[in-house]
């Protein structure tokens, strides 16, 4: 992205952003103490003390499922034990510490690909300093271990680490399950091309991308249609079993431990789920007047048709650029999503960082504008929210017609970025690779 318009920058370092994040993370924890004791409105996420609560019943030997609520992974409650015996803050400490973890993990990206320092660390700083980013870990969120994971699955794939890329690919998609959608970009990704047995393969750099040629952006085509050959490579394979084989070995402990409760309330609820509370989804309208009767099956998961269609259509035209793929395919998910809050922007929020180098967005202008719209469109919503929930105003259908405009905001936003930035696959195909080391030699 375009940033500051030819105005000079000051220089940053990227340890005392880290530190001064990490200061502030923890005086908003301390902060978060004080009201939850002196203040009716409380600063800790409901969903944190849901969390604890598990905790503490896994403490004493209990199953966590015996808290009503708790649809996660046992080892999230596992992560907070010490919540019982050391203080009740240890989870939003550990997830504020996450949170800086991903910070350091996209500049750590954002480097590997050459990426100036200047603009590595305000890419950074869209991630530290974003409002919705800093509260999530401090109010007891679990996102950005998720986002920590993710992140960290990127780096050992650009560093040809498949086996290890593979073993947190699958313990991510059994803590969270949404990072399912990424299984085919990275499948795809790890292209003959690109994953030369036994080599490294090679990056393709920022400075690279400033200077691309028509005969770059050609390679980019021939690469694409060649993306689907030799399918069942030898990486390919690793990757698909051990990854598999990661997720089936937690899923199949816990179902020993916990039976059918936790393989409901963990995954198998996500996939039917029917919240009759307002959210940002144009479909808890649907939801809400349709509440307490049978529907089937087969009408809750049709809601999925659309995410499906629009996964598949983004992840084919975008694979090669792994990082700029994962992120229209978390925002295209959680728009179309049948159930939608505030934490899910966090998804895409850490992979947002990773464009910004490569966009041709205008801040000023055209980046400022579509920060204001999405900002807008949902405050308009809140506003209806606001209505409903603490007036009792009967506002659902106004509400509904707030999610339509939220949709459409997104969805402008999307092609927005989708338009003005610019392709680059995360790495150089062999014979473009060697095209380049034969023509520096000449």
Same mark, same amino acid.
């Given at each position: 992205?375009?940033?500051?318009?030819?105005?000079?920058?000051?220089?940053?370092?990227?340890?005392?952003?880290?530190?001064?994040?990490?200061?502030?993370?923890?005086?908003?924890?301390?902060?978060?103490?004080?009201?939850?004791?002196?203040?009716?409105?409380?600063?800790?996420?409901?969903?944190?003390? =849901?969390?604890?609560?598990?905790?503490?019943?896994?403490?004493?030997?209990?199953?966590? %499922?015996?808290?009503?609520? %708790?649809? !996660?992974?046992?080892?999230?409650?596992?992560?907070?034990?010490?919540?019982?015996?050391?203080?009740?803050?240890?989870?939003?400490?550990?997830?504020?510490?996450?949170?800086?973890?991903?910070?350091?993990?996209?500049?750590?990206?954002?480097?590997?690909?050459?990426?100036?320092? *200047?603009? @590595?660390? %305000?890419?950074?700083?869209?991630?530290?300093?974003?409002?919705?980013?800093?509260?999530?870990?401090?109010?007891?969120?679990?996102?950005?271990?998720? @986002?920590?994971?993710?992140?960290?699955? &990127? &780096? @050992?794939?650009?560093?040809?680490?498949?086996?290890?890329?593979?073993?947190? !690919?699958?313990?991510?998609?059994?803590?969270?399950?949404?990072?399912?959608?990424?299984?085919?970009?990275?499948?795809?990704?790890?292209?003959?091309?690109?994953?030369?047995?036994?080599?490294?393969?090679?990056?393709?750099?920022?400075?690279?991308?400033?200077?691309?040629?028509?005969?770059?952006?050609?390679?980019? %085509?021939?690469?694409?249609?060649?993306?689907?050959? *030799?399918?069942?490579?030898?990486?390919?394979?690793?990757?698909?079993?051990?990854?598999?084989?990661?997720?089936?070995?937690?899923?199949?402990?816990?179902?020993?431990?916990?039976?059918?409760?936790?393989?409901?309330?963990?995954?198998?609820?996500?996939?039917?789920?029917?919240?009759?509370? +307002?959210?940002?989804?144009?479909?808890?309208?649907?939801?809400?007047?349709? !509440?307490?009767?049978?529907?089937?099956?087969?009408?809750?998961? &049709?809601?999925?048709?659309?995410?499906?269609?629009?996964?598949?259509?983004?992840?084919? @035209?975008?694979?090669?650029?792994?990082?700029?793929?994962?992120?229209?395919?978390?925002?295209?998910?959680?728009?179309?999503?049948?159930?939608?809050?505030?934490?899910?922007?966090?998804?895409?929020?850490?992979?947002?960082?990773?464009?910004?180098?490569?966009?041709?967005?205008?801040?000023?202008?055209?980046?400022?504008?579509?920060?204001?719209?999405?900002?807008?469109?949902?405050? +308009?919503?809140?506003?209806?929210?606001?209505?409903?929930?603490?007036?009792?105003?009967?506002?659902?259908?106004?509400?509904?017609?707030?999610?339509?405009?939220?949709?459409?905001? *997104?969805?402008?936003?999307? =092609?927005?970025?989708?338009?003005? +930035?610019?392709?680059?696959?995360?790495?150089?195909?062999?014979?473009?690779?060697?095209?380049?080391?034969?023509?520096?030699?000449?």
């Amino acid at each position: 992205m375009q940033i500051g318009d030819g105005i000079a920058m000051p220089s940053l370092d990227i340890h005392s952003l880290l530190l001064f994040s990490a200061i502030f993370r923890a005086i908003l924890i301390l902060y978060g103490e004080w009201q939850d004791a002196h203040m009716e409105v409380r600063y800790t996420d409901v969903d944190y003390l =849901v969390f604890s609560d598990a905790a503490s019943l896994m403490a004493l030997g209990d199953s966590p %499922y015996k808290r009503t609520t %708790y649809r !996660y992974s046992p080892l999230l409650a596992l992560l907070l034990l010490p919540n019982s015996f050391i203080h009740s803050s240890w989870g939003k400490f550990l997830f504020s510490a996450s949170d800086i973890l991903v910070g350091y993990f996209i500049y750590y990206i954002l480097k590997l690909r050459k990426v100036p320092e *200047n603009l @590595c660390n %305000y890419s950074v700083m869209t991630w530290l300093f974003n409002p919705f980013t800093f509260t999530i870990g401090t109010r007891g969120n679990c996102e950005p271990i998720v @986002c920590a994971m993710i992140l960290w699955i &990127i &780096i @050992c794939l650009m560093k040809g680490n498949v086996l290890q890329s593979a073993f947190w !690919y699958g313990l991510v998609v059994h803590f969270r399950i949404y990072p399912i959608i990424y299984s085919i970009p990275i499948i795809l990704v790890l292209d003959p091309n690109f994953f030369p047995s036994g080599q490294k393969p090679v990056l393709r750099n920022w400075s690279a991308i400033q200077g691309e040629t028509s005969k770059d952006g050609n390679d980019w %085509y021939t690469l694409h249609s060649n993306l689907l050959k *030799n399918i069942f490579t030898r990486d390919r394979l690793i990757f698909g079993l051990i990854s598999g084989l990661v997720f089936l070995f937690f899923t199949g402990l816990f179902f020993c431990l916990y039976g059918w409760e936790f393989l409901h309330e963990a995954l198998l609820y996500h996939l039917t789920r029917t919240d009759p509370r +307002h959210n940002f989804s144009i479909y808890f309208y649907h939801i809400y007047l349709h !509440y307490g009767n049978d529907i089937a099956v087969a009408e809750k998961l &049709i809601s999925f048709l659309p995410q499906f269609s629009v996964q598949l259509a983004l992840i084919f @035209c975008f694979a090669q650029d792994l990082p700029f793929c994962l992120f229209v395919q978390t925002v295209a998910f959680v728009a179309f999503n049948k159930v939608i809050t505030a934490q899910y922007f966090v998804w895409f929020f850490c992979l947002l960082p990773l464009i910004l180098p490569w966009s041709k967005m205008n801040l000023k202008w055209e980046g400022l504008s579509c920060i204001l719209l999405w900002i807008v469109a949902q405050t +308009h919503w809140l506003w209806w929210g606001y209505l409903l929930e603490f007036k009792g105003q009967n506002v659902f259908l106004q509400l509904w017609v707030a999610s339509l405009v939220f949709l459409a905001a *997104n969805i402008f936003i999307l =092609v927005m970025i989708i338009r003005h +930035h610019r392709y680059a696959s995360i790495f150089k195909g062999l014979e473009h690779a060697k095209s380049k080391n034969v023509a520096k030699l000449e």
